[in-house]
Each structure stands twice: as C-alpha cells, then as structure tokens.
C-alpha cells in the first residue's frame, strides 16, 4: 500500500500565502509525476499543477506566477507554494502520484486524503 499524507492547508487572508506539502510512504519502487488538484464545493476536481520526475512542471492559466510546484525526489515529497491567494483559490486541495511499486508493476496512481485551503477576502 501507499499513503500520501498531506499537510499545509489552512485560512489566510487575500494576498497571503501557503505552502502545502505531500510525502508518499509505503512500497515504492519509483514516482513519475506528482501533482495538485483541487475541487470546490459544486465544482468538479481539477488540475493546479504537475512536476516530473526529471522537474518538469505544467501549471492551470489560473495559478500561472503564483504557485510553484516542487519535488524532492529523495524523500518521495511534493510541494505547492501558493502566493498572491485570492478567494477563488478555496477549494480542498489534493495530492495525486503516478508512481510503480515494484520493478515489474506497471504505473498506478494514488490520491491523498485532501487538505482544505481557504481564502478569506
């Protein structure tokens, strides 16, 4: 099995910032790409950003300058610093991984548990 824990998430006030963090655990053989998504209430799930294994990053319109993804391959973590966070950036946010958990699996993915970011105007 694989967990994902997440943690970061919290209240801030428009124009403030955050940084959300997601460290995966359990039997891994290797992670291709990690991400963020969010989903708010009536909303479907979407993405915010991805990162490679070689540091490759792809970002929504939405959150292009703001947020920064990052990896660090040698504890298995993401990151997502959020700055400049406006109301619509409210949503729970979730971590995904594309990943192998042995030499011979082939790739699945896992979610976690999701963190909830507010943005108070």
């Known amino acids: 099995q694989v967990q994902l824990q997440e943690s970061g998430g919290g209240l801030v006030q428009a124009g403030g910032s955050l940084r959300l963090s997601c460290a995966a655990s359990?039997?891994?053989?290797?992670?291709?790409?990690m991400g963020w998504y969010r989903q708010a209430p009536g909303q479907q799930r979407e993405l915010v950003a991805t990162?490679?294994?070689?540091?490759?990053?792809n970002y929504a319109d939405s959150v292009k300058g703001r947020f920064t993804i990052s990896r660090d391959n040698a504890k298995n973590t993401v990151y997502l610093q959020m700055n400049s966070l406006e109301p619509e950036d409210t949503a729970v946010y979730y971590c995904?991984?594309?990943?192998?958990?042995?030499?011979?699996?082939?790739?699945?993915?896992?979610w976690g548990q999701g963190t909830q970011v507010t943005v108070s105007s």
């Open positions: 995904h991984v594309q990943l192998r958990r042995t030499a011979w699996a082939t790739e699945s993915t896992s």
């Open positions: 359990g039997r891994i053989f290797s992670i291709n790409k």
């Open positions: 990162i490679t294994s070689s540091g490759t990053s």
